[in-house]
Every structure is written in C-alpha cells, then in structure tokens.
C-alpha cells in the first residue's frame, strides 16, 4: 500500500463537538461533519507510515479540523497522502497580518481569538507526537488559561 503499511482506510464521517466562544466569526457551537472517504490528511502520521496510534492521533486529526474552520480553507489531499502541504501553507501564509485581512469586520478581540484557534492547531499537527498538547491543555488554552 502507498501508506506503508496494510491498514486500509475506508469511508467514514467524523463528527466532532466544540464548544468555543467564536461568535465573531460563527456560532458558539462549532458542529464539524467531515466526509473522510480516502483521504488520509487527517490521519497523524505516525499511524498513516507506520501504524502507531496513541491519543496524540486523534489530537493531530483534531488540530486538521481546527486548522480548517479557522482558515475556512480545505485540507485537500491530491497526491500527498498526508495534510503537509495544507499545514506548510498555514504556517506560512496565516500571519497576523493575513488574518487581519482575512477578516477585516472583526475586532481585536476576535482576531486574537482566531490567532489563538490558528496557534492550537498547528501544535496539534506538530510531527513529533510527543510535542502536541493533550485535550486537556487545548481546553485550558481555549478558556484563557495557560498549561505546560
């Protein structure tokens, strides 16, 4: 298999619940229903090129999802089996400066807010799984409050 190992990757939705304050840019629930179907950006690569799974898996897969209802962009997989064009292009190009133009009607505030969801999920999708934050770190960021 082009993934490197025999795990097959069949069609599923993922549905997923968070609740946020991100009333500037959507409501405060943030219902997420993406259709996997082949696709395996949203697999951590850990699991996609050698089969490991642990729960920073499924931190890195949330930090896709975050990553893309920030940015309102699709982590679109063409002949890269894994999400490292899309996340390259958001740690490249969603500056403060490019959120500010991305949404220009939205007040300091907001914009922190966005930056902050930005911030989150690209060190869910860090490579090294032992660098991403826990579910319960990401929770204390979202509320203001600082973890290690």
Known sequence: MWWGHSKSIMKCDIVLFLYYDLTCIGSS????IVNVMTCSGY???????????STKSDIYSLGVLILETTTREENCCGNEPSAGQFIKKVR???????IVSEYPSLKADC???VKKCIEIGLQCVETDRQR????EAIIDKLNGRHSN
Not at 92 to 98: G, L, Q, V
Request: glycine share 4%; charged share 30%; net charge negative.
């Open 29 to 32: 629930l943030i219902v997420l």
């Open 43 to 53: 697999i951590a690569p850990e699991y996609l090129y050698r089969g490991e799974i």
């Open 92 to 98: 490249e190009n969603w500056t403060e400066e490019h």
């Open 111 to 113: 914009l922190r807010q």
């Open 132 to 135: 991403r934050p826990t579910i």
